[in-house]
């Protein structure tokens, strides 16, 4: 997703309303990397984010969307994310966020 991302930089797009990307593991397709998606939307004002990346981690939402106001979290179950989501140095550093989405799935352990 880094490339479609730079493109849009390059074409001196600033503000995307939302952004969903479907990269829920499969098996002939791992997610994108917490690097791969802060690299492809640093420097994008992203107002509503719908990473479909299970577990996706705190810091990666608040490096990549500063300034998000909605975000889709999609969640494997464990207590431990829920926590990080919640902690002080998670989504509460995001000043704008009002809505936040929780969607569980099931994970194949």
Request: hydrophobic fraction near 40%; proline fraction near 7%; charged fraction near 25%.
């Amino acid at each position: 997703m880094e490339i479609p991302f730079k493109w849009l930089r390059e074409q001196k797009v600033t503000n995307i309303v939302k952004v969903i990307v479907d990269d829920l593991e499969g098996p002939d397709t791992p997610p994108h990397s917490d690097d791969a998606i802060e690299n492809a939307l640093i420097g994008i004002n992203v107002e509503i984010l719908d990473w479909r990346k299970v577990d996706l981690c705190p810091q990666t939402i608040c490096t990549a969307c500063p300034s998000l106001r909605e975000v889709h979290l999609w969640w494997s179950g464990t207590n431990g994310m829920l926590r990080a989501w919640s902690e002080p140095e998670g989504l509460p550093l995001l000043e704008n966020l009002t809505t936040v989405h929780l969607h569980q799935i099931q994970v194949s352990r």
